[in-house]
């Protein structure tokens, strides 16, 4: 990295529509420019910011009731290389900034949903995907898990920027990984709540030297719109009454490397915040300690990783009389 190089980052903690992805990525527009109007070079927007969390897997009885709201969730899903990513593209591009933004995502024949981070430069090009290993407790009911094909940093000219998905970010080895690709700012779109996780990503920023980006939505419960299917029973009172109104408080941070809070944590509230990361205290503070540099014994631990991509299918053609697999769908990039 320039031994002098900065980059203005734009943490966004913001309320979606809920389960619309038109009028989120409305809200996506106008918190994009809001954001770039503030001198930011990178947005980053929370997990599954398009069109929302599907808030019932936490306030109900799993699978009791939900059909309508997943069928919703389905429609409103993003396709890579539809119109809503490619929209997503042009506001990047409209902006001149590098767009990072969390999506609920499917295949264009399939009703699973992933949970993805899209990385869009500032020629609004989509030049990666990232789906969450691993979803949490009652996640796993919505989202479908994801493959090493799509655990890659992302190089933009002055800074490698990367990451992982919420509590996936306790996967030691999934975080090694992405440090010994020289990740340096480090972007955890979440949904998890309170202080320990904000000392997580402060850990996070002193384990591998970085900044770490740390970004929530914010969602009150009389945010929920007046037409949704079957409003008054996405929130039970006795869930209510234990977790109060705001059913997603926020709890974005950004962290320097050496573990100091540069801005936020941020709760029960809309806000951008913005900092200025000075590069080159990366390596400054690498000097010390590189999990994946000097401070790495590989004679003593070693790492395999498969990065190959796990379609639903494989088709078997002949070839010339031999059989050659034809792996669907092809990777992003």
């Known amino acids: 990295m320039p031994y002098n190089a900065t980059l203005r980052v734009a943490a966004v903690q913001a309320a979606y529509t809920l389960m619309d992805r038109d009028a989120t990525i409305d809200r996506v527009a106008a918190l994009t420019a809001h954001a770039a109007r503030q001198g930011a070079e990178l947005v980053v927007l929370p997990e599954v910011f398009v069109p929302g969390t599907p808030l019932w897997i936490d306030t109900r009885r799993i699978w009791d009731g939900d059909d309508e709201w997943y069928r919703l969730l389905v429609d409103q899903a993003v396709v890579v290389g539809d119109e809503a990513c490619q929209r997503l593209g042009r506001i990047a591009a409209d902006n001149d900034v590098w767009l990072v933004v969390g999506v609920e995502e499917r295949e264009p024949t399939l009703a699973s ?19 969450k290993l691993v979803p949490t407790g009652g996640e796993r009911t919505v989202w479908a898990a994801g493959d090493g094909s799509t655990l890659e940093v992302v190089d933009t000219g002055r800074a490698r920027i990367g990451g992982l998905t919420c509590w996936e970010n306790y996967m030691p080895l999934a975080r090694f990984h992405l440090y010994a690709q ?37 969602f009150h419960v009389d945010m929920v719109p007046p037409d949704f299917p079957l409003r008054d029973t996405l929130f039970p009172p006795s869930f209510l009454d234990r977790h109060g109104p705001w059913v997603e408080p926020g709890n974005t941070v950004i962290v320097a490397p050496d573990g100091e809070i540069l801005a936020g944590p941020v709760r029960e509230k809309e806000e951008t915040l913005i900092a200025n990361l000075d590069l080159g205290q990366i390596a400054a503070n690498r000097r010390k300690f590189e999990a994946a540099g000097h401070y790495n014994r590989p004679d003593v631990f070693r790492l395999l990783v498969d990065v190959a991509p796990r379609p ?4 078997v053609s002949p070839v010339h009389g031999r059989p050659a697999e034809l792996a669907h769908p092809v990777a992003v990039r």
Request: glycine share 6%.
């Open 113 to 131: 949903i992933y949970n993805s981070v899209l990385y869009f430069s500032p020629q609004g090009q989509l030049v990666q995907r990232h789906r």
């Open 182 to 218: 020289g990740i340096d700012v480090w972007l955890a779109p979440t949904l998890a709540p309170g202080d320990a996780w904000i000392a997580s990503m402060r850990h996070l920023a002193r384990e591998n030297r970085m900044f770490v980006v740390g970004v929530n939505p914010v």
């Open 312 to 315: 639903p299918m494989q088709i």
